[in-house]
């Protein structure tokens, strides 16, 4: 007797794997708690002037300084 099938095409172990990996880094990836400004902008998708033009307008996120370093969290 035949063993039943859902129609499924059978899933190769290579391609497993792969997908795993992906999951994981996905998974394992951690934001940082702080951004410097050009990190910031990069994490939005914003240009630095776009980001200036904002902080100018007041609409800004919080900004810490340590040291010389601006840090926003």
Avoid: Q, W
């Avoid at 910031?40 to 002037?49: L, Y």
């Amino acid at each position: 007797m035949a063993a039943k099938t859902d129609g499924a095409a059978p899933v190769n172990s290579a391609i497993l794997a792969m997908i795993a990996e992906i999951v994981n880094e996905k998974v394992n990836k951690v934001e940082p708690d702080v951004y410097d400004i050009p990190e910031f902008c990069e994490r939005h998708r914003i240009g630095k002037s776009l980001f200036f033009n904002l902080k100018r307008a007041g609409l800004g996120p919080c900004e810490m300084r340590v040291g010389n370093r601006v840090l926003i969290s």
